[in-house]
């Protein structure tokens, strides 16, 4: 009876740690409603606005996330965006084709994120590391694109070809039908269970007879398609393409995932779900932090502290003894 | 070890960098070395990537990634300009202050590693975001300049920077290869769970480290700032690229403490690095084709790092064939 109540009680607790992301996006919402209410904001422009600035790091940091199962970090998938995107734009301005321009930064995107892998599958690399080099390196491919084809300082694709795309329900089809792919890889399928057990216990997976270089590439391809539908997604908003497009989007990837609850460590407790409530939750604060019109510096310490809360709330679960690493 | 081999392998990077640089030089026509601010170039870059070397070794080594080192060493070096331009003090002042906040801010961003318990990626995340927060609100986003104080300009010298050089690489050496907390450091590193199975206390340890790297941090921050005349601020994360001109160094500095120590190793990494930037310089290279050389740098370094065994097989098989 005793121990009865005592697995209740930790699976209630479990539970909760498990969903405080999940969690903190409705208070989020709650808050960014209430304030809308009280502050007379227009909700539906609101919106329109969240979908907007949130879909492309929602759609890069889905595809990131089977990356970080395996326990991998890409830093580079900012400036992958970056380069796919001025690709594409050149690929327009070459044939002035939209599905051109699509295929064009999806192939781009996953070409580099192949590389990447495939460079530090070949010479036995620490990833970490090897997107470290290739971020400078794409930052600097960025400027040569910018500097061989670009008028100026950017590089443009007319808004009026853009114009029939840039609305918000084309852009819930693409994050809907990439997402739906994702899930089914990732939960429904052998790559994603077997991709978990590698995150988790790489020894074990290895003795088992699984193939880490291999799951390494086919993580990291998945990741460049997210990354390519992420720029062509850059571009449908802001046709306009200099060397910072994207520039945040690195790191926002990284903090979404992390804030929607994945382990950085990867392994069996991934959720593919993670980067949608993350990236959702972190352009809703944005947006509270709008609305209370907050100073930008004094916004992002607010931003800190509550990606702190949240992160510490929802992984409180699985610290152990030593310090994590 | 033989003596020889020691000395062959401590010194073999720089030495064929600046001898590479060097020939490159010559045959554009170009001294490296031509005048006292060219050596002033090499001497700053020397110390500034020594020190964000030094810092990431500190944490990396152990295995805990730190992206907060660039915003450690913003925030310090606001306070402790602000500070110096209102009480009218120099740059010695301004250099403690820095030091001395940096630490503190390091200490911070270790203390909450130790309390929240979280992995050090996200805490340095978190640490990184609220730091160009407080550094932004402190100057209005305006940052801030000191383009006309003379006395604080005025610190940029050839002896000033070596006597930080100096004074750094003895620190690091003192502290971590020749005290107890440095021994406890070394049994971390190398065997987490046994070292804190046989008493070693982590956490304390994980403290100083932070503000030991901290205070590298604050001192590059005075350097930088002195050098530039103005700090600009850095929002979403803007602040972590210093951190990057540190990884060639510190694999550099891991294969240089094979034969030597690893700290001489870091500062020989700088070293060579410095030599790289002061080529780039000297033969105006344009920025993309810098960032483009010095990844290609990186990852030849690596791959020749992890196919060692392979390298040499291939070397002494063909050899024997030949």
Redesign the interface.
Known sequence: MENEKKIRKENVKAAVFRFAPLGGLILLFGIFMALAVIKDINIPYSFKNIVNQSVVVVVAATGAVFIYTLGS?DISLGASLCVSALIGAMAYNATKSLPVMLLTCVGVAVLISLTSSV?ASV????V???T??????L???A??LI?ANGTGDVIQVPAAAVRGINNVWFKLIILAVYLGMCVFLFDFMKLGRREKFQGGNPVCAKLTGLNGKRLAIAAFAIAGVGVGLGAFLTITYAPTLSRNTA??VG?DI??SI?FGGM???GGARSKIYSAVIGALSMTMLNQIMLALSL???????V???I??LV??IS?SNS?G????? | MKMGKKITGTLVIPVITLIAAWIICSSQGVKLFETQLNLLTFIRTVANVSLVTFALAINLN????DFSLGSVALLSSVISSKIVLALDWGPVAMLLLSLCFGVIFGLISGA???S????????S???A??Y???????TG?HGVSFANSARLLGFASIPNFLIIIVLALAFMIIVFDRTKFGYEYKALLSG??VA?STGIR??PN?LLCYAIAGGLMGIQGFISATTNGTIQMS???GS?SPM?MA?LPM?IGGFIGRYSNDKLGYLLGAVTSAFISLLYVRLNVS??????T???L??GF??YL??EGKLKGLFVRGGGKG
């Open positions: 970090f460079l010479f036995n690399l620490p970490f590391v090897t470290i080099a290739m971020l400078s390196l930052s600097a491919l400027l040569v500097g520039s945040s790191m990284i903090i992390v382990p950085v460590s100073d930008s510096g004094v916004g992002q310490i931003k800190a502290i990606f702190l992160v510490s992984m610290k003894n030593i310090l994590p690493r | 152990s295995g805990r990634f909450v590693y130790v929240v318990k979280l992995p050090p990626i996200i805490v995340l978190a640490v975001l609220l160009e927060g407080l550094s932004f609100t402190l986003g987490q769970k804190v982590e956490v994980a929002l979403n994360f972590i990057f990884f694999f920025s993309s084709v810098q960032q483009i010095s990844a290609l990186l990852v690596l791959i992890n196919n």
